[in-house]
């Protein structure tokens, strides 16, 4: 099911330049410059889950035992442990953690945990490019992954998962005067089982 090289970059062609003829920002574009012209963008990992019914399709080795959930103990070659499928993109996203951490110092007498919130910010369409459907939207079961990196700053061959985030809250950021959606802002919480780094 893992499928990091799938389909990586964008075209310029998604990005047709009505709003600068009538001298509005376009934050469509803004999120191109950031990403790709600026380089403040990264690759990761956007582990989409496969839906069906609802809720992420469960994968064989969930059925085999009695709480339903994955075998943890051999790890499983068809979902890694995550105990459904799911299809892995490498996408340009933004993160930056500054926003949540007023959120985890108040929370943090539960536990000495890594827990770790973050935003994550995609382009508009960055899931319509990836899988080809344009209904589709980001998913609270779908998974963040940022990759460890070679010295160069490319992602290591063969690549290894240096942190996985959960997905708390997905924003479609829209402006008041149109519908359009100008780019996604997506809350993220680091997984505090580590199990997936080999
Ligand atoms: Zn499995």
């Known amino acids: 099911m893992v499928n990091f090289y799938n389909n990586t970059h964008a075209s310029s062609t998604f990005y047709p330049n009505t709003r600068a003829a009538i001298g509005e920002v376009d934050f469509r574009e803004e999120m191109y410059d950031m990403l790709y012209t600026k380089k403040r963008g990264a690759d990761i990992v956007y582990r989409r889950a496969i839906i069906e019914n609802g809720v992420p399709k469960k994968c064989e080795c969930t059925k085999h035992n009695r709480s339903g959930e994955a075998d943890r103990d051999i790890a499983c070659s068809l979902c890694e442990g995550m105990g459904y499928y799911f299809k892995d993109y490498i996408v ?10 007023a959120i985890y110092k108040k929370i943090k007498s539960i536990g000495e945990s890594q827990v770790e919130y973050k935003t994550a910010y995609f382009e508009w369409n960055f899931l319509h490019r990836l899988t080809g459907d344009e209904t589709s939207i980001p998913n609270r079961f779908d998974k963040i992954i940022q990759l460890n990196k070679d010295l ?4 290591a061959s063969p690549s290894t998962a240096r942190e996985m985030y959960d997905i708390l809250s997905v924003e479609p950021y829209r402006l008041d005067n149109s519908g359009r959606i100008e780019y996604y802002r997506i809350r993220i919480i680091s997984v505090v089982d580590k199990s997936f780094l080999v």
């Open 92 to 101: 340009k996203s933004y993160i930056n953690h500054s926003q949540a951490y």
């Open 152 to 155: 160069a700053g490319s992602i």
